[in-house]
């Protein structure tokens, strides 16, 4: 079984649509959790790390289920800059390693 | 400003000939990881380094190699053992068991062996 488990999609979705991507991850030690976005070609970019809490940073939204072990990223009012792909990245400090999905790719249609 | 910085961004080798890929960081991180990207396909890890003369084999260590002499660079030399070296190498660093502190990446080297 895979540490961390994402849909990839493909998400097509129109301008101004609200999607969600989720999230899995099979060690309950995780610590720490993490959405970037990739473009295509270049390095992963962090976009935000997701808090027990919940966090929201203008149109994005991350939530942690602790007891599910998942993790979801809601973007609301899609813009075509957000076109790419979304990973979630998971930290174990047990190997204090960092383990990828294998990522979701987002396109928004004008 | 701080971060990491990968050299070269594009490189062309001949099959059977050893490549070195550099990365330097000037975040003062302890941690230090090196990736691999195929088309289409999630990160691999190949090594990781925690601390200065210390590193770990990750999933696909086999045909690599990494030193860990100074805190700020972690090469990655591919040698000729390694079956199918073209692909996207990223490298990465962090803070060591810091609680939710991400992992920051140079921008990439990519790779072509023919």
């Known amino acids: 079984r895979k540490e961390v488990e994402q849909d990839p999609g493909p998400f097509n979705v129109p301008e101004g649509a609200t999607v969600a991507f989720n999230c899995t991850y099979s060690?309950?030690?995780?610590?720490?959790f993490f959405w970037y976005r990739q473009d295509c070609r270049k390095e992963p970019k962090l976009l935000m790390s997701?808090?027990?809490s919940g966090n929201e940073d203008g149109r994005f939204t991350a939530q942690l289920n602790r007891a599910s072990q998942y993790i979801s990223l809601l973007i609301r009012d899609s813009k075509l800059s957000d076109s790419a792909t979304y990973l979630c990245?998971?930290?174990?400090?047990?190997?204090?390693?960092?383990?990828f999905g294998t990522g979701t790719s987002l396109t928004v249609i004008p | 400003d701080g971060g990491i910085t990968q050299s070269p961004k594009y490189l062309f080798r001949k099959e059977g000939q050893n490549v070195t890929l550099s990365c330097e960081q000037n975040?003062?991180?302890?941690?230090m990881y090196w990736y691999r990207q195929d088309p289409g396909q999630g990160l691999r890890l190949i090594y990781y380094?925690?601390?200065?003369?210390?590193?770990q084999k990750g999933d696909i260590a086999e045909g690599y190699s990494v030193s860990r002499e100074k805190k700020e660079s972690f090469p990655l030399t591919v040698t000729s053992a390694q079956k199918n070296p073209t692909a996207f190498y990223l490298c990465?660093?962090?803070?060591?068991?810091?609680?939710?502190?991400?992992?920051?990446f140079g921008n990439g080297t990519r790779l072509t062996v023919t």
């Open positions: 975040l003062n991180h302890d941690a």
């Open positions: 060690n309950s030690a995780s610590q720490s």
């Open positions: 990245v998971v930290f174990s400090n047990t190997g204090n390693q960092f383990y």
């Open positions: 997701v808090y027990s």
């Open positions: 990465a660093s962090s803070r060591v068991s810091s609680y939710n502190s991400p992992l920051h």
């Open positions: 380094s925690q601390i200065v003369n210390d590193f």
